[in-house]
């Protein structure tokens, strides 16, 4: 499983784009990029994959470069709510045992 | 639909005990994945069930057990709790074939407390 290196946390207004960028210089071939979010005292929540180029959904787009040794994940117009720890994930699809690293705590602010 | 639903919410015991967790997946779902999270961090793979056998285990010592019923509920166990073993427990349900996403259903977890 690659491993991967976030910002530990991130403060940001309500309104604005949110940034998170996640390093994952070993990632091979069959590995895709996944991201979850978690509130406090609740389980993680499924938010968004890929494997190059862009993608996008109701929620978020994730940017994956062509060399895919990184990827950001973007959050339009953060609310409180959005208030919450936020990890990358690399690994190949069907791989049951997801890694989590520690995280990016994102704070949002009035 | 009930997602995935995890009892008891809170546990509290004390060192050397032992402890049984339960979970019941996500209707649709045949396989149930455990992970243990610690204050802070994230959560660590500890074991993954399908078709009533351990598919898949993380780095974890064999206090750690668990079992798969035949209507796909788990249950973890831990004999002789240490303090160490506090932590936030969670459940995860998937569908044995992901397919192309790496989507695991979490429950809200178990918060135990080794006294």
């Not at chain 1, 390093?23 to 994959?49: E, L, M, V």
């Amino acid at each position: 499983l690659a491993k991967t290196t976030q910002p530990i946390s991130m403060d940001s207004y309500e309104g604005q784009e949110v940034n998170i960028t996640c390093s994952h210089n070993n990632i091979a071939t069959n590995d895709y990029i996944t991201w979850y979010q978690q509130f406090p005292s609740q389980g993680p929540r499924f938010i968004i994959q890929g494997y190059k180029t862009k993608v996008t959904n109701e929620v978020a787009s994730l940017f994956i470069p062509a060399d895919r040794k990184s990827s950001t994940l973007s959050l339009p117009r953060v609310s409180l709510s959005d208030t919450a720890v936020y990890y990358c994930l690399v690994g190949a699809t069907g791989a049951n045992n997801l890694f989590f690293g520690t995280g990016t705590r994102l704070t949002v602010i009035p | 639909d009930a997602g995935v639903t995890q009892s008891p919410t809170h546990l509290i015991k004390t060192r050397g005990q032992q402890v049984t967790l339960r979970c019941s997946p996500k209707s649709g779902h045949d396989t149930v994945s455990w992970y243990q999270q610690a204050l802070g961090q994230g959560p660590q793979f500890i074991f993954q069930y399908y078709e009533e056998e351990e598919r898949q285990r993380g780095n974890f010592p064999d206090r750690f057990s668990g079992h798969q019923f035949p209507n796909y509920s788990s249950e973890l166990n831990v004999n002789a709790l240490l303090l160490g073993d506090s932590a936030l427990y969670l459940c995860a349900s998937s569908p044995f074939r992901l397919a192309t996403y790496n989507e695991q259903f979490f429950g809200p977890g178990t918060r135990l407390t080794v006294l």
